[in-house]
């Protein structure tokens, strides 16, 4: 008996694992474009994964621990509804998802040990929307998976797809939320000038004082 040849067909009823790093950006939206065109979405399963930077990596230098907890709140708010957002894109897809979200100062680490704990085949990812100076301290986190991740990795570097996530929504949740972390930081100075007030305050009453113990 010959052994039997698979089909072009059947071998693409393996299932492979999906991840795609999101965020509030245009280039994740190429990157689930990207993934969603290219996976077989009646056998592969899609892992959504949002990390956010970890405040105590950009605020840690002079941030009072009260602020640190409001910023990582303000970020656990923000991821939650990305990944609302694309789960809602992969359930009119038809397609079989997890969200995942987590923070950590080296989002590729954390990508790269996702891979490994939940057997992921493809990773598809953008670039992260960064200037230069928070590139040079953070690091590409592009480039890092590239290097590390135990699977193949797409980085997507062009649009992908229609450019919805231009529109208003996506728009207004970083709006939102960048406000959000403005309005904490700024009451934090607001608390933290008053408080030097009521010390210099408090200097000032005693030196008067000391001065008409002795007159």
């Not at 969603?36 to 950009?58: C, K």
């Not at 598809?124 to 990795?153: P, Q, W």
């Not at 607001?190 to 000391?210: A, P, Q, T």
Request: glycine share 6%; net charge negative.
């Amino acid at each position: 008996m010959q052994p039997k040849i698979k089909s072009m067909a059947e071998i693409k009823l393996v299932h492979q694992n999906w991840l795609v790093a999101i965020d509030d950006t245009p280039y994740a939206s190429w990157a689930f474009n990207y993934a969603t065109e290219y996976m077989d979405r009646h056998n592969d399963h899609l892992y959504l994964f949002n990390v956010h930077d970890e405040p105590t990596a950009i605020y840690g230098g002079y941030a009072t621990p009260e602020l640190i907890n409001s910023i990582h709140e303000v970020e656990e708010r923000r991821s939650k509804k990305i990944l609302v957002h694309y789960g809602h894109k992969a359930r009119l897809l038809g397609l079989k998802y997890t969200m995942m979200k987590g923070s950590s100062s080296n989002a590729g680490d954390l990508i790269c040990r996702a891979v490994n704990q939940y057997n992921i085949h493809q990773v598809v990812t953008g670039r992260r929307d960064m200037g230069d100076v928070k590139r040079f301290f953070l690091g590409s986190t592009s480039k890092y998976i590239l290097e590390h991740a135990n699977c193949n990795v797409v980085v997507v570097k062009i649009a992908v797809g229609p450019e919805e996530e231009h529109s208003d929504r996506t728009k207004a949740i970083q709006a939102e939320e960048s406000e959000r972390i403005r309005r904490i930081i700024e009451e934090e100075k607001i608390k933290e000038k008053e408080e030097e007030e009521r010390k210099v305050g408090w200097r000032g009453v005693g030196f008067i004082g000391v001065e008409s113990f002795f007159d």
